[in-house]
């Protein structure tokens, strides 16, 4: 069945340390997103692609970086943890003609201890 | 850019009352409105989206509605049920390739028994 995996579901780290949270879909689509999100709270656009090698920052600087060398995979890495990185981290993915739907993952919740 | 504003942020009905979230947007050039229900816990998933070509859009107890003049759009539930309660997303995008959506800082919808 066709679908958006996050791993961990759940994940907690020390202040410093360097952590990559997994996006992985089976859609076929091409663009794909991450968001930061408290709890029934307002969606923070991190980073985007629109493709293979495409990676773009959205509105939050969170200090991480993402990579698209596959179309299926967008890995998030935060190379040093801190308290305020504490939320919940969720993967999209659209295609790029429509329809324009956005797919989420199920999220990933970060504690940064 | 785009701006997306949602009101209200809270909305509390009983069972069996309407419930409408109104958002406006600022781009003229959006032509996507994509509302997203996101129960608690859970992943975001759209309900019911629209068209700028289009003024009004019904799926049994949902309806959207665009004043494209106005730039606004709305959500109305019929008939509320327990089972509406979640936080509500409204969006706005372009249907090209290169579009990113704009999202609401969304609704808290809560329908008491």
């Known amino acids: 069945e066709a679908d958006i995996y996050q791993t961990p579901r759940y994940l907690v780290i020390g202040t410093g340390k360097k952590i990559t949270l997994e996006c992985s879909q089976t859609?076929?689509?091409?663009?794909m997103y991450w968001y930061q999100q408290d709890p029934g709270m307002e969606l923070h656009l991190i980073h985007y692609?629109?493709?293979?090698?495409?990676?773009e920052k959205g509105d939050l600087s969170s200090e991480s970086t993402v990579s698209r060398i596959r179309t299926e995979h967008f890995p998030l890495t935060l190379e040093s943890a801190r308290p305020s990185h504490t939320s919940q981290y969720l993967c999209?993915?659209?295609?790029?003609?429509?329809?324009?739907?956005?797919?989420f993952g199920p999220g990933t919740r970060l504690t940064v201890t | 850019g785009e701006n997306v504003e949602q009101h209200p942020s809270t909305l509390s009905v009983q069972e069996g009352d309407s419930a409408v979230i109104k958002c406006t947007y600022s781009?003229?050039?959006?032509?996507?409105f994509p509302w997203y229900k996101q129960e608690l816990g859970k992943r975001p998933q759209l309900i019911i989206d629209?068209?700028?070509?289009?003024g009004e859009k019904k799926d049994q107890r949902i309806a959207v509605t665009l004043n494209k003049t106005a730039k606004h759009f709305s959500l109305h539930i019929t008939e509320t049920q327990p089972e509406d309660s979640a936080v509500y997303f409204c969006?706005?995008?372009?249907?090209?390739?290169?579009?990113?959506?704009?999202f609401g800082r969304g609704t808290s919808l809560i329908v008491h028994p």
């Open positions: 999209a993915s659209s295609t790029l003609t429509g329809p324009y739907e956005q797919y």
């Open positions: 859609m076929g689509h091409d663009k």
């Open positions: 692609s629109y493709g293979v090698n495409s990676t």
């Open positions: 781009d003229s050039a959006s032509n996507y």
């Open positions: 629209i068209r700028s070509n289009v």
């Open positions: 969006a706005a995008s372009g249907t090209g390739g290169s579009y990113i959506p704009t």
